[in-house]
């Protein structure tokens, strides 16, 4: 299997300008999760989806971020507009129903200037 | 709410030293506690977890943690470490239908 798969790996952007992040889970996993991770704040999980279904979304910092899953093997993180504060890197993990160990992917550094 | 502490935030051992990293949790009920790494440039990796049955649980790498639940704990411990331990070192726990915390992270780093 080729794990958790995201893109890009890098992102550069300028203030304003909207930022999509990709993820393709692990094939038959039923749980996705979008993590952000920053030297401040550590690893925060900002949602997780359940059956392509948004669960909690209580971690997304502000309305300028939005997550989709239209279908179980695939996923956006959307920051429209974005800031410098949102620079960190973004995981994205997924996981079966019946287990409880994540499987995350290799992120995306975003730097915003 | 649960949450979870690790207390260290940098670490700094020589090869062959031992390790013991704290992790403390805050949760009523039933937890199962892990413990991922992460090496500089990669993504995070379990490197081992706790259910049920023996608190004593070994990972990989020569890691193994142990739960004790009267003190709310689940620290992570290696006789002798490595230089390539070298990493970040988060401690996580789920309680319930919650999903998964993690702690702050402890970085290690051994010294050839």
């Known amino acids: 299997d080729a794990g958790v798969i995201q893109s890009p790996r890098h992102e550069v952007t300028e203030m304003g300008q909207e930022v999509t992040l990709r993820c393709k889970p692990i094939?038959?996993?039923?749980?996705l999760f979008w993590y952000r991770q920053t030297m401040m704040r550590g690893l925060e999980l900002l949602i997780y989806?359940?059956?392509?279904?948004?669960?909690?979304d209580s971690g997304m910092p502000e309305d300028r971020f939005s997550a989709k899953m239209p279908n179980a093997s695939f996923s956006t993180l959307k920051i429209q507009p974005s800031e410098p504060r949102d620079s960190a890197v973004y995981f994205c993990?997924?996981?079966?129903?019946?287990?409880?160990?994540?499987?995350f992917g290799p992120g995306t550094r975003l730097l915003v200037l | 709410a649960q949450s979870v502490s690790q207390h260290n935030h940098h670490v700094i051992l020589s090869e062959a030293a031992s390790l013991e990293l704290g992790c403390n949790y805050s949760?009523?009920?039933?937890?199962?506690l892990f413990w991922y790494v992460q090496y500089p440039g990669q993504h995070l990796q379990l490197l081992l977890k706790?259910?049920?049955?023996?608190?004593l649980v070994k990972g990989i790498k020569g890691f193994e943690a142990e739960f004790i639940k009267s003190k709310f704990s689940f620290n992570l411990r290696k006789p002798s470490v490595q230089w390539s331990d070298t990493a970040e070192y988060f401690c996580?726990?789920?309680?319930?239908?919650?999903?998964?915390?993690f702690g702050s992270g402890t970085r290690l780093q051994v010294q050839p």
């Open positions: 706790y259910f049920s049955g023996d608190p």
């Open positions: 993990a997924s996981k079966l129903r019946d287990q409880e160990t994540q499987y």
């Open positions: 989806f359940n059956n392509n279904v948004p669960i909690d």
């Open positions: 094939s038959g996993h039923d749980y």
């Open positions: 949760y009523g009920g039933t937890v199962n």
């Open positions: 996580a726990v789920k309680g319930g239908r919650r999903a998964l915390t």
